[in-house]
């Protein structure tokens, strides 16, 4: 049984960072990308930033280039998302996911997701 679990969220000023953490990326998903995607109130979901299963591929969505960065230790079955300079349009929340497609920026085509995490960031 696949469980992917987030944590690391919260309540951030505008300038701030968190570091996000999502376990449980075990044997059963060798060979699955890993992504990061969040959904703002009100709004659909959308794709922040994904990792290749061997780490070499990293893909991010425009509005976070250059200010969040997408990691894994697959020795501990984790993967993270390091965000800096955050702006209260990163308040949302962030799930992580596993993707068997490879990485892909469409939530639909992704197999597995956590339950997901806040990140309030204030002005």
């Known amino acids: 049984q696949v469980q992917l679990v987030e944590s690391g969220g919260g309540l951030v000023q505008a300038g701030g960072s968190l570091r996000l953490s999502c376990v449980g990326f075990?044997?059963?998903?060798?060979?699955?990308?890993r992504g990061w995607f969040r959904q703002p109130p009100g709004k659909e979901r959308e794709f922040v930033a994904a990792?290749?299963?061997?780490?070499?591929?990293?893909v991010y969505a425009d509005s976070v280039k250059g200010r969040f960065a997408i990691s894994e230790d697959n020795a501990d079955a984790t993967v993270y998302l390091q965000m800096d300079s955050l702006k209260p349009d990163d308040t949302a929340v962030y799930y992580c996911?596993?993707?068997?497609?490879?990485?892909?920026?469409?939530?639909?085509?992704?197999?597995?997701w956590g339950q997901g995490t806040q990140v309030t960031v204030s002005s």
């Open positions: 990792i290749s299963w061997a780490g070499e591929k990293t």
């Open positions: 996911a596993a993707s068997g497609a490879g990485i892909e920026t469409n939530p639909d085509l992704w197999n597995y």
């Open positions: 075990r044997r059963t998903l060798a060979g699955y990308a």
